[in-house]
């Protein structure tokens, strides 16, 4: 190996330190990028893969105009009709609030597909729900959470819509490569967050105080047109794609008929809407598309160091090796740096388009790798939805979450590392 490899690996090493350490990912990860291209002596490598990924289309109108949406429900409230509508029948079910909890927040994350974002809409509901019931603290917090890697099947997440564009799919296509295991990860969190709960003595009826009791949501009564609004979009795209093709549009499209729908069931100000619904879209560039641009850049100083020729040519000689690299590899970055997005972004950048190379489809190692990294941030106790949630269930440690996670996740993504490849 050149020298610039070796330089390259000591870069990795000293950018996952700076992503545990919490530095910002972006610039961690444009600072690594460029250094590494200008020690190889070719910095237009990373400056052309930064205006590259800057203007990349199809990227810009999905995510973009999904950020928007979800701007506008959180705005209008329609998150949290949907979540009272969805929870209204469970608060006598004991017990089993805590896999329904997953299971609904799993659910509403597909209409919700920021984590963070799903979160806040579902806590209030759902924890004095729980409270109520006799599910403690961290319980409550852990089963919400269990929940929130549900944006995989959504068609608005920027990791769909990033493999699809690498495959040459549609987003509904790419959704249907790890739908299956995606449902199955699912029940997995479902089913080992109960029994962790179990274990760790979450459940005791009659155990809440009265005061606490008298904690409520901020909507009282649910509005069935409102409660349906963050659904729009997903029934638009999976009816237009699977049964109606003459409704059949992309996601930008989607998020502009349910962000249609939305300001005529809710009646709101549509000159507050409109500057909400702006200000989601420059929310998803700067946030999300900053972290692909940023690992666009990282990944050009890998290529450029030489670091990626020899990572392909280990991944060419073992199937094995392939399998558990894009899985094992995203999922303890998305533990140790709190984001499945970074980790992921980088894989699907430099790793991905050569899986014909050593015996694998592109859309199965990219949502692999995209699915993997949910499942690691999602045992993390230092992703933003667990100090999120913390902060709305009075959780004051969020390793508490990590202790009730921990066992289902590392079990799934075994799963998705077995079954996927």
Not at 397 to 408: F, G, Q, S, V
Request: overall charge positive; some cysteine; hydrophobic content about 55%.
């Amino acid at each position: 190996m050149t020298w610039t490899v070796w330089a390259a690996i000591v870069i990795v090493i000293l950018t996952v330190a700076a992503l545990i350490k919490r530095y910002e990912t972006r610039l961690v990860l444009l600072a690594s990028g460029f250094l590494m291209t200008c020690l190889s002596l070719d910095p237009m490598q990373g400056l052309n893969a930064f205006a590259k990924s800057m203007t990349n289309s199809g990227l810009i109108m999905a995510i973009c105009s999904a950020m928007g949406f979800a701007f506008v429900v959180q705005m209008t409230k329609c998150d949290v009709h949907l979540v009272k509508l969805l929870s209204a029948p469970l608060s006598k079910l004991g017990l089993l609030l805590i896999p329904a909890a997953t299971a609904i927040t799993y659910f509403i994350c597909i209409a919700i597909p920021s984590a963070a974002g799903c979160a806040a809409a579902v806590g209030p509901t759902m924890i004095p729900l729980h409270r109520r019931a006799g599910v403690s603290r961290p319980g409550t917090a852990a089963a919400i959470l269990g929940g929130t890697f549900g944006s995989m099947l959504s068609p608005g997440l920027s990791h769909n819509a990033y493999v699809a564009k690498m495959a040459n799919l549609d987003v509904i296509q790419t959704i249907g490569v790890h739908m299956n295991y995606t449902l199955v990860c699912g029940a997995i969190s479902m089913i080992g967050v109960t029994i962790m709960c179990i274990l760790l003595g979450d459940y005791k009826p009659g155990s809440v105080s009265e005061d606490e009791l008298a904690e409520e949501s901020d909507v009282q009564r649910v509005n069935i047109l409102k409660a349906l609004a963050p659904l729009v979009p997903v029934l638009i795209l999976v009816t237009g794609n699977l049964w109606i093709p003459a409704i059949k549009m992309g996601v930008a499209q989607a998020m502009i008929v349910g962000a249609i729908y939305t300001l005529a069931v809710t009646l709101s100000d549509p000159q507050a809407f409109s500057k909400r619904f702006f200000a989601g879209m420059g929310n998803g560039y700067g946030e999300v598309l900053g972290i692909i641009i940023a690992a666009g850049v990282f990944a050009a100083g890998l290529k450029a160091s030489g670091l990626i020729a020899v990572f392909i040519e280990v991944l060419r000689g073992s199937n094995e090796i392939a399998r558990w690299g894009g899985s094992l590899g995203p999922f303890v970055m998305g533990v140790i740096t709190g984001s499945g997005d970074a980790a992921a972004f980088a894989f699907n950048e430099a790793v991905t388009p050569h899986a014909p190379s050593f015996g694998m489809a592109v859309p199965t190692l990219g949502t692999m790798a995209a699915l993997a990294g949910a499942l690691g941030r999602m045992m993390s106790p230092i992703s933003g939805v667990a100090i999120v949630i913390c902060g709305l269930a009075g959780v004051s440690n969020p390793i508490e979450l990590t202790k009730r996670l921990a066992i289902p996740m590392i079990i799934a993504v075994i799963f998705v590392a077995l079954a996927m490849v």
